[in-house]
């Protein structure tokens, strides 16, 4: 089923086929993350989370939370995929998500945070982001404004079902991008990392998008090329078509 001409989305339609996702474990979001990328990128299930998982190597620890946020980056490279560690603080966050949806690219960001000292540092759950929406009024006349994506762990682990943000009202089902419908502000509130890493089918296809519209963010030398790498991601700033 097609979406609502409101909705803006990486695919065209609701068609399971074509959103071929998985649910995760405990702390294997942005291992799951990743191979849901690829996999809708590729238009099948073609990479397991469970590989991923083995993949991180020594880098997942389920206990302490999984896997620190450059190794999702370091997943969807090592398949031949292209992305980067980056970060949208000091730009238009909404801009560049929503542009990268409009070309049907999906983007795996980070909401919640862990803190050191003044710094956000990662954040606390991965999800993929595959559609926004348009303002609209629902069928109570109620304004909304929203983000779509496919949360693995939604509404919680082991319930993973790819309809949960469907909507049915009198006997018709609106459907929607993803599991996973956050409000506008909602997802603004929780997205306090600005942490993006979005998914192109090679690195090159990446690497030229970022040329064209994209600039990184001065900062000082050595610690800040540590802190983009290991830490908060690069700065970027959108500076549109060059």
């Not at 997942?60 to 969807?76: D, E, Q, V």
């Not at 496919?150 to 006997?171: A, C, M, R, Y």
């Not at 942490?195 to 610690?223: C, E, G, K, N």
Request: proline content about 6%.
């Amino acid at each position: 089923m097609g979406f609502p001409s409101y909705v803006h989305s990486i695919l065209p339609d609701s068609d399971e086929s074509a959103w071929p996702v998985q649910g995760q474990g405990v702390n294997e979001c942005g291992c799951t993350v990743a191979a849901n990328a690829l996999n809708l990128l590729v238009g099948r299930k073609q990479f397991e989370k469970d590989d991923f998982v083995r993949e991180a190597g020594i880098f997942f620890n389920r206990g302490m939370g999984g896997t620190p946020s450059p190794i999702t980056a370091h997943l969807i490279k090592r398949h031949g995929f292209g992305t980067h560690f980056g970060n949208l603080t000091y730009t238009d966050a909404e801009l560049v998500l929503r542009h990268l949806i409009d070309l049907g690219v999906p983007v795996s960001i980070e909401i919640g945070s862990n803190r050191v000292g003044p710094w956000v540092i990662y954040g606390q759950h991965a999800m993929l982001l595959v559609g926004y929406s348009d303002p609209y009024r629902d069928a109570d006349g109620v304004l909304r404004e929203e983000y779509y994506f496919v949360d693995s762990q939604w509404p919680e682990i082991g319930k993973f079902n790819l309809n949960d943000n469907n909507v049915t009202v009198n006997g018709h089902t609106t459907y929607y991008p993803g599991n996973r419908t956050m409000s506008r502000e909602e997802f603004l509130r929780q997205y306090e990392t600005r942490i993006y890493f979005p998914v192109f089918r090679s690195q090159a296809d990446h690497d030229a998008w970022y040329a064209t519209y994209m600039r990184p963010v001065p900062s000082v030398p050595l610690i800040g090329r540590v802190r983009s790498a290991f830490f908060t991601g690069s700065y970027d700033a959108w500076v549109g078509r060059r």
